[in-house]
């Protein structure tokens, strides 16, 4: 049972770029960092880019950035077929 304060974890897609190191005596995973950190990082290179002037200040990029990558994440599960490919 867990106490009614603690936030409820989110998915975060799992690792971004994970890396198997198998030079180690016992092969590990290295995680990195996370699907939804990536998503929110690619978020914040473009909201940097084109959110510019008054009203917009680090906080307000950077909750937009989570929000967005939240939603990536969330679309992404729902996703059952992927677009078809334009050859």
Do not use: K
Request: some cysteine; charged content about 15%.
């Amino acid at each position: 049972m867990t106490n009614s304060d603690e936030p409820i974890p989110r998915a975060d897609g799992g690792p971004a770029f994970p890396v198997v190191e198998p030079n180690h005596p016992t092969p590990i995973v290295l995680r990195g960092m996370t699907l939804r950190d990536y998503f929110a990082g690619q978020a914040m290179a473009g909201l940097c880019e084109s959110a510019v002037g008054p009203g917009y200040n680090e906080a307000h990029i950077a909750a937009a950035c989570w929000r967005l990558a939240d939603a990536m994440l969330d679309e992404r599960s729902q996703a059952t077929n992927p677009l078809p490919h334009n050859h």
